[in-house]
């Protein structure tokens, strides 16, 4: 796994975040490095997914990068004649993904799909779709509307799994889950340059919600049983259930 470097040293001027190739070189490290208990989601995730995969559905990876959810699901659910469907607007990732899958054997059909999720997807016969970290990446002027097609496009007592970066409810718990978690990405070995460089980064590009705004955003949409199955500071995991 190559090391996330990128911001190590200063930089002049900060580009805006995305997932080119250097970023999709060294994705898996700033993962485990950056998201608190990442395989410890990736694990309940799976878990809750065998839950949910009906026989013979479609499986959507929204924002699937290397293709390491599409892995744990297949593996975790075993085969049931499903295709597992991962979506991702970066051809980066999508060419880190199907070189890691190549060196695993898949028990249900897989497809990666390169899509810009900003304009909307096209999705049928889903009992389950899964989200990680990828919502908040969509402009804020499609959201809603993308949330809305999920469901729209699962089928009954289907489910979406959603992980999301999130604000606190009031600035005061905000600015403190920051300061935790820059704290907790110190004792992951990257630097306070790294951390404010990155932070300066995504500022545009990374536009989280509220948990509460998540919430309603998923009651609009028409699911009916929502709960949070993970929480760490600003941090949070929702399944969602039509
Ligand atoms: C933080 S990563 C997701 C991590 C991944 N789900 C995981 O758990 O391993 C966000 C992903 O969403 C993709 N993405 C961002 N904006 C997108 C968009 N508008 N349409 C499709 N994919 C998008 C990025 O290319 C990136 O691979």
Not at 117 to 130: E, K, P, Q, R, W
Not at 147 to 171: Q, R, T, W, Y
């Amino acid at each position: 796994m190559s090391k996330d470097d990128i911001y190590r040293q200063s930089q002049a001027f900060i580009d805006d975040f995305g997932f080119g190739e250097n970023v999709a070189t060294v994705f898996d490290d700033m993962l485990e490095r950056s998201v608190p208990f990442y395989g410890e989601l990736q694990r309940m995730i799976a878990e809750m997914a065998a839950d949910f995969a009906a026989p013979d559905t479609r499986i959507y990876d929204f924002g699937c990068s290397t293709g390491t959810t599409l892995i744990g699901l297949d593996r975790a659910i075993g085969p049931r004649g499903l295709t597992l469907i991962g979506v991702d607007n970066s051809e980066e990732m999508l060419a880190k993904c199907r070189a890691k899958m190549a060196g695993y054997a898949f028990s249900n059909a897989v497809e990666l799909i390169g899509a810009d999720l900003n304009h909307g997807i096209d999705m049928g016969n889903a009992s389950l779709a899964v989200m990680i970290l990828t919502l908040q990446f969509i402009r804020p002027l499609y959201r809603d509307k993308l949330v809305k097609a999920i469901h729209d496009g699962l089928e009954e007592n289907g489910a979406l799994i959603l992980v999301e970066k999130v604000l606190g409810e009031s600035s005061l718990f905000n600015r403190a889950f920051i300061n935790y978690y820059y704290e907790f990405k110190m004792r992951n070995g990257y630097s306070g340059l790294e951390i404010a460089q990155k932070r300066e980064a995504l500022e545009n590009v990374l536009v989280p919600y509220k948990l509460a705004e998540n919430l309603e955003m998923l009651k609009l949409a028409g699911f009916r049983y929502i709960d949070v199955f993970f929480k760490w500071y600003n941090f949070v995991g929702i399944v969602a259930v039509k």
